[in-house]
Nanobody, 125 residues
Framework: QVQLVESGGGLVQPEGSLRLSCVAS????????MGWYRQAPGKERELVAT???????NYGDSVKGRFTISRDNAKNTVYLQMNSLKPEDTAVYYC???????????????????WGQGTLVTVSS
C-alpha cells in the first residue's frame, strides 16, 4: 500500500521559517499531484499548496508570497518551505497525494487519494 509520511513540524517563532517534508512509500510509478492542507482547531481543513508532476503549483490565498511548494519526483517527496510564519499558521499540516499509480507485481493500480498522518506546526513567541 502507498503511504505518506510527513516530517518537519514543530514550534517556531513568528516571522520564523520551517520546512516540511512528505515522502511517499511503496512501489510507486507516478503521482499526479501532491499537496499540503492544514486544519486548525475548530476550523475546516483548507488548501495550503499543491503541485502536479509537471511542476505547476497552486497556493491558498493566505500563504501566497510566504510559502513555496516543491517536489522531487525521483524521491517521491514533496516539500513545503514556510517563511514569515504567523500565529494564524498554527495548525496540523497534512500531506496529500492524488491519483497515485503503483505496482502490485506486474500490475498497475491506483489510489485516488492518500492522506498522511499530519504534523503539528505551532507559531508562537
Amino acid at each position: 500500500q502507498v503511504q505518506l509520511v510527513e516530517s518537519g513540524g514543530g514550534l517556531v517563532q513568528p516571522e520564523g521559517s520551517l520546512r516540511l517534508s512528505c515522502v511517499a512509500s511503496g512501489r510507486i510509478f507516478r503521482i499526479n499531484a501532491m499537496g499540503w492542507y492544514r486544519q486548525a482547531p475548530g476550523k475546516e481543513r483548507e488548501l495550503v499548496a499543491t503541485i502536479v508532476s509537471g511542476g505547476s503549483t497552486n497556493y491558498g490565498d493566505s500563504v501566497k508570497g510566504r510559502f513555496t511548494i516543491s517536489r522531487d519526483n525521483a524521491k517521491n517527496t514533496v516539500y513545503l518551505q514556510m517563511n514569515s510564519l504567523k500565529p494564524e499558521d498554527t495548525a496540523v499540516y497534512y500531506c496529500h497525494g492524488d491519483r497515485i499509480d503503483y505496482w502490485i507485481g506486474s500490475v498497475l493500480r491506483m489510489n485516488n487519494e492518500v492522506w498522511g498522518q499530519g504534523t503539528l506546526v505551532t507559531v508562537s513567541s
